[in-house]
């Protein structure tokens, strides 16, 4: 009788240990500026005032020219995280956005979830989206972002090897769906957040983001008036190397 509670006790401390470290990797994966190997950024440390937004997924034939229209009208470059089979499907779109001189940045091929990925498919993942890029003209800079902001042990493994930055966000209004629902609360939400050296993410290529959309030309207009320049990641990144270098 006392040997079996023993046992229970021994079984129930391996399962709670097994429980604590799958949450503890869990947790690892979705972290935002802390990964195993490479660099990652969710924000840059800086005291002037400059803004990157950035936008996932896409490109889609529904809405490129819609964003474009009002980043132009703005006078605004943004970095488009913009997924490799998209770009395949609508190759004009993306090349639309090379034109209109935006930066873009590499979401994966397929955008899965690659925190248990195999090196390989990080690697397809990863090299064949860059090619798709580059097949559509663009010849800057191409940082790496995770889908779902997941990675694990593979990818950052991968991306320290090939000497690529991971590029996170730290204002993100789109999560809470009571913010999401309104642009106002969008943008509401992006001014109460926003500071210098921030990284914006919206989601403005698909259908259901109708309000992000609406938000985007009030966000653009507000962040100026508390006196924020709108730059680049690439541009954001080489701020924070400056003022680095000058301490
Ligand atoms: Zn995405």
């Known amino acids: 009788m006392k040997r079996a509670s023993k046992w229970i006790l021994r079984i129930t401390l391996a399962i709670l240990i097994i429980m604590a470290a799958l949450i503890g990797l869990w947790q ?6 802390y990964q195993l190997f490479g660099e990652i950024v969710s924000s840059v440390d800086t005291h002037e005032k400059v803004i990157a937004l950035t936008f996932d997924d896409g490109p889609t034939a529904a809405y490129t020219n819609e964003i474009l229209a009002i980043l132009d009208q703005y006078g605004v470059k943004a970095t488009f995280f913009v997924i490799g089979r998209e770009v395949e499907e ?17 979401h994966s091929w397929s955008h899965p979830n690659m925190s248990l990925l195999s090196l390989d498919r990080v690697a397809d993942e990863i090299e ?4 798709a890029i580059r097949a559509v003209g663009y010849e800057g800079e191409l940082h790496f972002r995770p889908p779902f902001g997941k990675k694990l042990l593979t990818l950052p493994w991968y991306l320290r090897q090939h000497n690529r930055t991971t590029v ?3 204002i993100e209004p789109e999560t809470y769906a009571e913010i999401a629902a309104e642009p106002s609360r969008i943008v509401q939400h992006v001014l109460d957040n926003a500071r210098p050296g921030s990284i914006v993410l919206l989601h403005l ?8 959309r609406q938000a985007l ?7 100026r008036e508390q006196g924020y320049k709108l730059v680049t990641v690439s541009e954001l990144l080489s701020v924070s190397a400056f003022a680095a270098g000058g301490r």
């Open 28 to 33: 690892l994966s979705k972290m935002r500026s």
């Open 90 to 106: 609508n190759p004009e779109h993306a090349r639309s956005i090379v034109e209109a001189g935006h930066e873009l940045g590499n």
């Open 128 to 131: 064949r989206t860059d090619a």
């Open 168 to 170: 996170m966000w730290d």
């Open 205 to 212: 290529m698909y259908e259901s983001r109708e309000t992000s």
């Open 217 to 223: 030309p009030t966000i653009i207009e507000r962040l």
